[in-house]
């Protein structure tokens, strides 16, 4: 079964402090991998996925097949960034079309 | 940057009433979406949409859901008896063709039924 864990509820951290958001997914497949970012009274935005490999806002993740994990990362966190962050799993050329989402992880960045 | 709109953003019924919700998702987008994220618990899929039918639905979306696209831009669902557990931000979300094209979300409904 498709199943997307987030374990932390809620990350405070101080500014300039490295941040690393967990996430752990279980599928049998091929998955493709995303994070989502909601801003308070905004809509979920896409991140980052992982076939991009790409860095945005300064955040990065990395698919680790061996540990089933897409742990997001930013070296040097802002105040900016405080949100709540969704890990979602979609099942990529295997043809299922629906995304999991994980519980969400709010980060707060203090100052 | 196109959006995918939702209205109403927010929708106050009385339980057993019918509510449909209303989703314009971006013009050359595929496939459709339908979420919900009950007050402080994961978003959670309800259904998925593509050429005209359904393509997956989750465990949640029984007998009381439906959902249409009666023309080429409008994409609604329709809760026929609203219970008080339904109430929840609804997320409409859409995504151009490509196994691994992102979901682009709407601002929600917020439904609460009393």
């Known amino acids: 079964a498709q199943r997307v864990t987030q374990p932390e509820k809620l990350l405070s951290v101080f500014k300039g402090a490295p941040v690393e958001l967990k996430c752990n997914y279980s599928y049998s497949g091929s998955p493709e991998l995303f994070w989502y970012v909601q801003y308070s009274r905004q809509r979920l935005q896409l991140l980052l996925r992982?076939?991009s490999r790409e860095s945005i806002k300064g955040f990065t993740a990395d698919l680790n097949k061996g540990e089933t994990s897409f742990h997001l990362k930013k070296p040097f966190a802002q105040e900016e960034d405080s949100a709540m962050y969704y890990c979602?799993?979609?099942?990529?050329?295997?043809?299922?079309?629906?995304?999991?989402f994980g519980t969400g992880t709010r980060l707060k960045v203090l100052a | 940057e196109p959006e995918v709109t939702q209205t109403p953003s927010h929708q106050v019924t009385q339980m057993g009433q019918e509510v449909i919700l209303r989703c314009v998702p971006i013009s050359n987008h595929l496939y459709f979406y339908w979420y919900r994220q009950i007050l402080g618990q994961k978003v959670e899929f309800l259904v998925s949409?593509?050429?005209?039918?359904?393509?997956?639905k989750s465990e949640i979306f029984d007998d009381q859901f439906s959902v249409e696209r009666p023309d080429g831009s409008n994409f609604t669902l329709k809760i026929r008896s609203t219970k008080l557990e339904d109430s929840a931000m609804y997320f409409c979300?859409?995504?151009?063709?490509?196994?691994?094209?992102?979901?682009?979300f709407g601002n929600g409904t917020r439904l609460t039924v009393t």
């Open positions: 979300a859409s995504r151009f063709a490509g196994y691994n094209s992102p979901l682009h």
């Open positions: 949409f593509y050429n005209n039918e359904i393509s997956e």
């Open positions: 992982h076939i």
């Open positions: 979602a799993l979609s099942g990529g050329a295997s043809g299922t079309y629906k995304y999991i």
